[in-house]
Nanobody, 122 residues
Framework: QVQLVESGGGLVQAGGSLRVSCAAS????????MGWYRQAPGKQRELVAT????????YADSVKGRFTISRDKNAKNTVYLQMNSLKPEDTAVYYC???????????????WGQGTQVTVSS
């Protein structure tokens, strides 16, 4: 069984910084990509950033230059999202996901974490 557990959310003032983390555990052979999505009240879930196993990253235009996604160099199953210059419109529940294999050559499955609330006050 696979679990993704997020941590690090909270309340911060506009202009501040916050880092959220996500650790994947369980029966995992390899992880191809990990990412962060967010969902604000009354809105659809949207992509924030993704990172591939090789290190390539992709960001939503709204967060480029402010957010940085990274994977732990030692614990490859852990992904971080460093959020700087936060704005009230960044307020949302942030979810991480991972595309992973149970065994070599097997199919990839996408798993989601339970989400962590990030609130930016003006």
């Amino acid at each position: 069984q696979v679990q993704l557990v997020e941590s690090g959310g909270g309340l911060v003032q506009a202009g501040g910084s916050l880092r959220v983390s996500c650790a994947a555990s369980g029966s995992i052979f390899s992880i191809n990509a990990m990412g962060w999505y967010r969902q604000a009240p009354g809105k659809q879930r949207e992509l924030v950033a993704t990172i591939l196993s090789g290190g390539s990253t992709n960001y939503a235009d709204s967060v480029k230059g402010r957010f940085t996604i990274s994977r732990d160099k030692n614990a490859k199953n852990t992904v971080y999202l460093q959020m700087n210059s936060l704005k009230p419109e960044d307020t949302a529940v942030y979810y991480c996901n991972a595309d992973l294999q149970y065994k070599s050559g097997g199919p990839f499955f996408r798993y989601w974490g339970q989400g962590t609330q990030v609130t930016v006050s003006s």
